[in-house]
């Protein structure tokens, strides 16, 4: 499963030929991640997608209606950050807990390395 700079979304079961597919209208992806044996991307307006296969899509809701950037996985959760200082986790990339973060600033992007960081992790960055 690849994603393209525009947030389509493709397969392969060979790495050479590619085959678009199909995603809600209500979602453009910005970021993609696999973990917990599933694809999750996030979209603008809070939604998140998730994906067993990275066929079939399912919009879900994150709490938040803030436009989301970027999302990884790592050391067991799901990270996705966006507008307004928005930080999500989750345990399983459905059901998703906002962390305050008291910034202004928009995160731009994450990355497991930060979430499986000693200094990070004994700070309690995100959990």
């Given at each position: 499963?690849?994603?393209a700079s525009n947030g389509s979304i493709f397969t392969s079961t060979d790495a050479t030929t590619w085959t678009k597919k199909p995603?809600?209208?209500?979602?453009y992806p910005k970021s993609m991640t696999y973990g917990k044996n599933q694809f999750v991307a996030v979209c603008d307006l809070g939604k998140i997608l998730t994906s067993?296969?990275?066929?079939t899509w399912t919009v879900n809701s994150?709490?938040?209606?803030?436009?989301?950037f970027s999302i990884t996985y790592g050391n067991n959760q799901f990270v996705a950050v966006?507008?307004?200082?928005?930080?999500?986790?989750s345990a399983d990339g459905i059901t998703w807990t906002i962390k305050?973060?008291?910034l202004?600033?928009?995160p731009i992007s994450v990355t497991s390395e930060l979430l499986t960081s000693r200094k990070m992790k004994s700070h309690h960055f995100i959990d």
């Open positions: 499963v690849a994603m995603l809600p209208a209500e979602c067993p296969d990275g066929t994150s709490g938040t209606a803030q436009n989301l966006g507008y307004s200082g928005t930080i999500l986790t305050s973060t008291g202004y600033n928009s």
